[in-house]
C-alpha cells in the first residue's frame, strides 16, 4: 500500500491527548462508486484543511449489517477497497473501513489504515485479535448493549494482541426497541482506558428496527449532538456525509448534507476553542 501521511499526525496517541483540536472521521456510508467518493473525499479535505482538523476518510466497502436481504450491501469487496486505496493515495489521508471477519481484517488491511470493528461485534475476539495483528490502528465501536465500563476489555484484547494504536467510538447504546440514547458520562468513562474516544455522531441518531426494514434517524439533531460531544471532551467526531441523503444507498435518514458541513464544521472549531479556554 501506497505510504500515506503519518497517522500519529492524524490519529491521536493512546493517552488522552487533550490538544486543541479534534479529529474528524467522515465519509459516506458506503462506497457506492468511485465518482461519488472522490468528490466528498475533496470536499472534506478542503474544510479540515480549512479548519485544520486531523481527519480520516470513512467508507463501507461492503455493508454487512442488513435489515431486509434486498437491501444494497457494495458494489464488489475488491473494487471498492482500491478505490479506498485510491482516496487514501490521491488525498494523503488515513482511511477507515469496517471489517466483520478475521480474513475480511487481513484482506482490508492492505488497502486501509484503519480497521472498524462494527458495534454488534465489539465482543468477537477472533476480529479484534486478527485486525490487532494487522498492525493497522483498530476502531473499536462502542456495543449499543455495552455499559461503558465493559469496553476495557474490548481494549485490551487489541492491546494484549501487541497493538497499542486503538481507539474507540461512541454511537449510542439501545432504548426500547427502535431508538438509541448516548450517554456523555461514558465518553470520561472510557478515555479513562487510555485511549481515544470519538463520538459518532449519525449513527446515535439512528432508529433502528423500524417496521419497513428501513433504519429510520433524526439527522435535524446531529448539530446538537455534535456539540455535546465537543462540549464532554470527546477526542473526535465521526460522521456520515452525502450530496443527497435522499438518494443514499444506505443510512441516508440520519446522514448529513454534504453542504451543511463547513457551517457544523465551523461551530464545532469555535466551541472547542471556548471550551479549552475555560
Request: proline share 5%.
Amino acid at each position: 500500500m501506497t505510504s500515506r501521511k503519518d497517522l500519529k499526525t492524524v490519529i491521536p496517541s493512546l493517552a488522552h491527548s487533550g490538544r486543541d483540536g479534534f479529529m474528524l472521521i467522515a465519509g459516506p456510508c458506503v462506497v457506492e462508486g468511485r465518482d461519488m467518493v472522490m468528490r466528498i473525499a475533496d470536499h472534506i479535505c478542503e474544510l479540515s484543511a480549512k479548519y485544520k482538523l486531523p481527519y480520516v476518510f470513512k467508507a463501507s466497502y461492503r455493508k454487512a449489517n442488513r435489515s431486509r436481504i434486498d437491501s444494497f450491501t457494495g458494489i464488489g469487496d475488491e473494487k471498492a477497497l482500491k478505490i479506498l486505496e485510491e482516496v487514501g493515495t490521491q488525498f494523503s489521508v488515513p482511511v477507515i473501513t469496517d471489517v466483520h471477519s478475521p480474513e475480511e481484517a487481513e484482506r482490508a488491511a492492505n488497502h486501509v489504515d484503519v480497521l472498524q470493528v462494527p458495534a454488534f461485534l465489539c465482543r468477537q475476539t477472533d476480529l479484534l485479535v486478527a485486525c490487532a495483528k494487522t498492525d493497522r490502528t483498530v476502531s473499536v465501536k462502542k456495543g449499543q448493549f455495552l455499559a461503558p465500563e465493559s469496553m476495557k476489555f474490548a481494549v485490551d484484547k487489541v492491546l494484549e494482541s501487541g497493538n497499542n494504536k486503538v481507539f474507540i467510538t461512541e454511537r449510542g447504546t439501545t432504548f426500547g426497541y427502535q431508538d438509541l440514547v448516548v450517554d456523555f458520562r461514558g465518553i470520561p468513562v472510557m478515555q479513562q482506558f487510555g485511549c481515544p474516544v470519538i463520538l459518532d455522531v449519525t449513527h446515535s441518531l439512528q432508529q433502528p428496527n423500524q417496521a419497513s426494514g428501513v433504519t429510520g434517524g433524526r439527522p435535524e439533531l446531529i448539530e446538537i449532538m455534535a456539540k455535546a460531544g465537543i462540549a464532554v471532551g470527546a477526542d473526535g467526531i465521526f460522521l456520515e456525509t452525502h450530496p443527497d441523503p435522499s438518494s443514499a444507498k444506505s443510512d441516508g435518514t440520519n446522514m448529513l448534507q454534504l453542504s451543511l458541513l463547513d457551517d457544523l464544521l465551523r461551530k464545532l472549531n469555535s466551541l472547542r476553542e471556548v471550551i479549552i479556554s475555560m
